[in-house]
């Protein structure tokens, strides 16, 4: 039994961190490109709750969220010709609609500022099940978020 553990182990060491990111690359890339195709396709759809709740700016929000969608599929488009890993494919929708939603908290209303807050979450356990990515990433989306969601947020408390 203990020489079957150590056969294993040296065959372990033998595999390279270049086949280990390929066949991580291979796995989690329908994932993500999963993650992109439902930003381009939800995104825009959620401008019905816009009209609903930001009934003065839906327009604009609209827009952006267009925008956001032809650039992820854009970014969709050019992944081979760019050679891009397709964890910078979901981190474009995800950093974008973060940036969206920051956005949004200088449009909204008082009444409405749970359900943007639930939005929000919503964002971060959606890409919690479509992102295999660095940790670094992770830091950098948080940050950005929090950063341009308190520069949005700051004006409604005044």
């Known amino acids: 039994m203990e020489k079957k553990g150590l056969a294993s182990e040296y065959f372990i060491k033998q595999i390279t961190t270049n086949t280990w990111k390929y066949e991580m690359e291979q796995d989690s890339s329908r994932y993500h490109f999963i993650g992109a ?11 019905i709750t816009d009209y609903f709740n930001i009934s003065n700016n839906w327009k604009s929000l609209f827009l952006i969220r267009i925008a956001i969608a032809l650039t992820t599929l854009l970014f969709l ?14 981190l474009v929708p995800f950093l974008l609609i973060s940036l ?8 909204i ?5 749970m359900g943007h807050n639930l939005n929000y979450i919503a964002l ?8 295999l990515w660095d940790w670094k990433y992770s830091f950098f989306v948080i940050l950005i978020s929090a950063v341009s969601g308190i520069l949005f947020f700051l004006p409604i408390l005044n």
């Open 109 to 113: 209303d008082n009444e409405v500022v």
């Open 100 to 107: 969206q939603n920051a956005y949004t908290y200088s449009l």
């Open 77 to 90: 488009a050019l992944r081979k010709k760019l050679k891009l890993p397709s964890h910078v494919v979901v």
């Open 124 to 131: 971060f356990i959606g890409g919690a099940m479509f992102i």
């Open 37 to 47: 195709w439902a930003a381009i396709i939800f995104d825009p759809l959620f401008a």
